[in-house]
DNA sequence: CAGTGGTCTAGACCACCGC
DNA sequence: CGGTGGTCTAGACCACTGG
């Protein structure tokens, strides 16, 4: 840990003096800290002044700086406190695509369940969108959400090996109803964002049978890839529901 | 502090020694004063040293102002150029829910035509999202987009009157095919955002028949309400759509 | 070229937080 | 109380746009 008080920019690239504003600079020099994980998720950086004087440049310049930051998400303000890595996503339901009815009063998180585990080598879409190399090795999941002790979502998830190997022995049982947060206890990888694909489809007969709905009923599926801080795609994740429980506000600016 | 020789020029309301911030006060003041009408949308606003000089702060505040409005999307900046005001949306077109294939290659805005025009008393649903007395008047109107001939969106839509006068009349053959600019030139009625709703159903014969698809077929409904630039809901409209032609892609951060 | 927004400085003081 | 981020000032100079 080392609050060495090194002049910071002198083993630095050196400061810009053309084509990047000197705030990107050191926004680009930040991140980079903060991917080689110089600052845990969750804890605080330096104060501005003290990264202003590090750096060499004014107040308002690393302000500026740190608000870029912000807005990529890898930031959080608490004024009165400090600035603070983001720890991602917490939940990331899916239910916000969905409206179950439920027997208390407000959304809750579904109870989950493991229905199966291997590992496998990933196909070529997979190995694909994870950027991993041909024939690497994927842990291949399906999971079953309920609420009441009634199925409403089933999902299909593909994860990155070795980087979650620590999910492929420990009893699925134990597994909290959140994953991305568990992937950060256990794996120490921070979901930072996701990208979600909405189709249309019919129910095979044995999703239906997992749902409790019958084979070809509607349903909305949705495909997502959810990202770490460094970008990197680290999950792959299908989620199939009812589409007469499909409901969804999205907003046009 | 504050030795400061405030007093804006003119029968401002004073500049705010409680509560809230110089800038989110300035903010406030220009958003009536766009609201208002001082600026014509797509035009530009008075320079930032201008506006400084008038209210007597510093550049610097009146900039953190401006930023706000630019992040309530009624100002655009233009470096070299100035800051203006947002003529608002342009398409918002339904097209990003859906995806239709076309003789041609990249997406083109498909060719609407109303099927039907009236005039009517709004009912209590319709007045009470448009923010209408009981009894007021509404337009109503179907409408029909397609592609290569080809129809793919069926459209129900309702405008408040009087503010849309204009059109109960003209011959709506000679409409543009995207509402939005028109509703501008011809009503002058600029629409900032629109909140869409989602949710999944099955077509009744008579809008099957519209689509050429039969009865009962899957579809996907977006409810959208759009608001003008004072957030004043002034549109609202149901889109249909082949369920099996729906795509969407949402962002998760 | 003149006029615009964009960057940067070196300060000052305010508002919030936790001890 | 000391330490943090938030607001504000009064300048200087840079970078883009258009005539």
Redesign the pocket.
């Known amino acids: 840990m080392s609050t060495e008080h090194q002049t910071a920019m002198t083993s630095q690239t050196e400061l810009p003096t053309?084509g990047q504003?000197?705030?990107?600079w050191l926004a680009a020099a930040l991140r980079t800290r903060i991917l080689q994980g110089e600052w845990v998720p969750g804890e605080?950086?330096p104060?501005?002044?003290?990264l202003a004087r590090s750096y060499g440049?004014?107040?308002?310049?690393i302000?500026?700086a740190l608000s870029l930051l912000v807005s990529e998400a890898l930031l959080e303000?608490?004024?009165?406190?400090?600035?603070f890595v983001t720890s991602g996503l917490g939940g990331a339901s899916m239910m916000r695509f969905f409206r179950f009815r439920q027997s208390g009063e407000l959304q809750t998180t579904p109870e989950s369940r493991i229905l199966s585990r291997k590992r496998r080598l990933a196909d070529l879409d997979e190995a694909d969108a994870l950027g991993l190399p041909a024939g690497a090795s994927v842990l291949a999941m399906e999971r079953l959400r309920s609420i009441d002790r009634k199925p409403c979502l089933l999902e299909y998830l593909i994860l990155p090996l070795p980087m979650f190997d620590a999910l492929t022995e420990s009893d699925t049982a134990d597994w909290d109803d959140l994953l991305y947060p568990m992937y950060q206890r256990v794996c120490g990888v921070v979901i930072h964002h996701a990208e979600d694909q909405l189709s249309f489809g019919q129910l095979t007969a044995t999703q239906g049978r997992r749902l409790q709905l019958d084979k070809g009923h509607p349903c909305v599926q949705v495909q997502r890839r959810a990202f770490d801080l460094a970008q990197r795609c680290v999950e792959l994740r299908t989620t199939l529901g009812d589409a007469f429980s499909f409901e969804y506000t999205a907003q046009v600016r």
Chains 1, 2 share one sequence.
């Open positions: 053309r504003s000197r705030y990107g605080s950086i104060p501005e002044a003290v440049v004014a107040l308002g310049t302000r500026q303000r608490r004024h009165g406190k400090g600035t």
